[in-house]
Structure formats: structure tokens, C-alpha cells
Nanobody
Framework: QVQLVESGGGLVQSGGSLRLSCAASQRTFSSYTTGWFRQAPGKEREFVAAMTQRGITVYADSVKGRFTISRDNAKNTVYLQMNSLKPEDTAVYYC???????????????WGQGTQVTVSS
């Protein structure tokens, strides 16, 4: 059983930056793809970014060039650096783990509790 705990959310002005962290309860990255998703009020949960077991990164078009996913294997932590934030990035952000890469939230086996990101205009 993998437990994931997100942190780093908050309130930021448009154009600002935040870094989200997702700490795993065990060595996860060699066995799982880790992904970030977000869900805004009244909308479906959507894919943001993922890093495969081999370190390959994939991004949603809406965040490409602004967000960066990375990981620290020694700390069992994956990060999401978010720059040039926009009001439309406002959502609850979740990290998740899946056996193989997919953009489909339903295919991820483990989820964190989420962290709120609010971008003011």
C-alpha cells in the first residue's frame, strides 16, 4: 500500500510561482509512474503532468512550458514546480501513482488527499 501526502499549495497572484510536493510512504518511483492531477469546482479531474519509472516526463498542453515535474528518489518525493500561474490554474491538486503511464485518472491506483492552489487575478 502506497501512501501519498501533498503539500505546498496556497494563494498566489497571477504570474507567481508555487512548488507542490508529494511524499510517498515507500520507495515508489522505481515501480510506479507518478502523476499530478487537478480538479476545479464543477469540473472533472484532469491530467497535469507525470513522470514514468524511467524518468520520462509528460505534460498537459495547458501547462507545458510553465510547470515542471521532478523527483528526489532519496526523499521518496515528487515535485511540481508551477511558474507563470494563471487564475485558470486554480484547483485542488492531487498526486497519484499508477503501474504504467496513463492520462486517465481512473487508472491510477493510489492518491493523495489533495492540496488547494488558488491564483488571484
Amino acid at each position: 500500500q502506497v501512501q501519498l501526502v501533498e503539500s505546498g499549495g496556497g494563494l498566489v497572484q497571477s504570474g507567481g510561482s508555487l512548488r507542490l510536493s508529494c511524499a510517498a510512504s515507500q520507495r515508489t518511483f522505481s515501480s510506479y509512474t507518478t502523476g499530478w492531477f487537478r480538479q476545479a469546482p464543477g469540473k472533472e479531474r484532469e491530467f497535469v503532468a507525470a513522470m514514468t519509472q524511467r524518468g520520462i516526463t509528460v505534460y498537459a498542453d495547458s501547462v507545458k512550458g510553465r510547470f515542471t515535474i521532478s523527483r528526489d528518489n532519496a526523499k521518496n518525493t515528487v515535485y511540481l514546480q508551477m511558474n507563470s500561474l494563471k487564475p485558470e490554474d486554480t484547483a485542488v491538486y492531487y498526486c497519484a501513482a499508477a503501474v504504467r503511464f496513463t492520462r486517465q485518472a481512473g487508472q491510477y491506483d493510489y492518491w493523495g488527499q489533495g492540496t488547494q492552489v488558488t491564483v488571484s487575478s
